[in-house]
């Protein structure tokens, strides 16, 4: 079966960091661009980063720049993203997919299809 399984999500303080995992099942990810998305609880899910997969380009949005990272790991199967200095407002169910070609202002999903995402929670 094709598809994108998330993980790495949970509780944490305010300030604190978590590590998300996306990783591939079925495909390898070698030729895909990969971006994480959320949706908090009454609001649209938005772009939060994108990487191509040539790990060239990224995109991060303007809320999360200088606090999340995202990498991936071909090896691995498998697309990480780096959250450090949590805040409130970055609770949210967090998805991966694939995506279209990325630029630093693009980070637009390929299909509209959701894995069942993962939950990360700031508070104290």
Known sequence: QVRLVESGGGLVQPGGSLRLSCAASG???????????R????????????????????????????????????AKNTVYLQMNSLKPEDTAVYYCATVLP??????????????Q????????
């Open 27 to 37: 495909f390898t990810l070698d030729h895909w661009a990969i971006g994480w998305f």
């Open 102 to 115: 990325v630029t630093e202002r693009l980070c637009q999903p390929l299909f509209n299809n959701w894995g």
């Open 117 to 124: 995402g993962t939950q990360v929670t700031v508070s104290s």
């Open 39 to 74: 949706q908090a609880p009454g609001k649209e899910r938005e772009g939060v980063s994108c990487i191509s997969s040539s790990d060239i380009s990224t995109y991060y949005a303007d809320s999360v720049k200088g606090r999340f990272t995202i990498s991936r790991d071909n």
